[in-house]
T-cell receptor, first 114, second 113 residues
Framework: NAGVTQTPKFRVLKTGQSMTLLCAQD?????MYWYRQDPGMGLRLIHY???????AKGEVPDGYNVSRLKKQNFLLGLESAAPSQTSVYFC?????????????FGPGTRLTVL | AQSVTQLDSHVSVSEGTPVLLRCNYS??????LFWYVQHPNKGLQLLLK??????LVKGINGFEAEFKKSETSFHLTKPSAHMSDAAEYFC???????????FGAGTTVTVRA
């Protein structure tokens, strides 16, 4: 039982390049989330999904897109990376609504945009 | 609207002494409150949660927190710190069980031998 896994662990991009971060969970959770963590700011929600085939915007969605084609996977895309997107990205999943239920987090992806 | 303030950005304690991490929240509804811990280069892990049941909540690894509505606080405590408690701790609030959580800025705990 691997829990929540994220690929890759580290990445360096140049401004304007694109990339996709992959999140996978093996707990059969309906809800999945993408957060970014910046120093002194806690975590901020980028996008979330309440089930296969559904996605919704969170607090800071600009510059990101997501897809949930399979229940176990949640992809985060950056179409044209900017230095302001340098951050640590965390994926999480939960059985029910985050407000009542424990979220399980992946180990994070550290992204640097030059 | 919901928000959370962690009153200390850094706390340093000696091993074996008590730990107190302070959190104040703002919520328009009956809130759910959480404490998560993040060890270096790891994802966050749930320590404990309050969802309108008992006001004193016990979590993992000897941590507990008390929900005080009159003071809008949810402080985290542990009677005796261990070296393995060195980590960053996040207080989190949610209004009415929504998908949206508000995270505090975090408190870094250092444990001195």
């Amino acid at each position: 039982n691997a829990g929540v896994t994220q690929t890759p662990k580290f990445r360096v991009l140049k401004t304007g390049q694109s990339m996709t971060l992959l999140c996978a969970q093996d707990m059969n959770h309906e809800y999945m989330y993408w957060y970014r963590q910046d120093p002194g700011m806690g975590l901020r929600l980028i996008h979330y999904s309440v089930g296969e085939g559904t996605t919704a915007k969170g607090e800071v969605p600009d510059g990101y897109n997501v897809s949930r084609l399979k229940k176990q996977n949640f992809l985060l895309g950056l179409e044209s990376a900017a230095p302001s997107q340098t951050s640590v990205y965390f994926c999480a999943s939960s059985y029910g609504l985050a407000g009542y239920n424990e979220q399980f987090f992946g180990p994070g992806t550290r992204l640097t945009v030059l | 609207a919901q928000s959370v303030t962690q009153l200390d950005s850094h706390v340093s304690v000696s091993e074996g002494t008590p730990v107190l991490l302070r959190c104040n929240y703002s919520s328009s509804y009956s809130p759910s409150l959480f404490w998560y811990v993040q060890h270096p280069n790891k994802g966050l892990q749930l320590l404990l949660k309050y969802t309108s049941a008992a006001t004193l909540v016990k979590g993992i690894n000897g941590f507990e927190a008390e929900f005080k509505k009159s003071e809008t606080s949810f402080h985290l405590t542990k009677p005796s710190a261990h070296m393995s408690d060195a980590a960053e701790y996040f207080c989190v609030v949610s209004d009415g069980g929504d998908y949206k959580l508000s995270f505090g800025a975090g408190t870094t705990v250092t444990v001195r031998a």
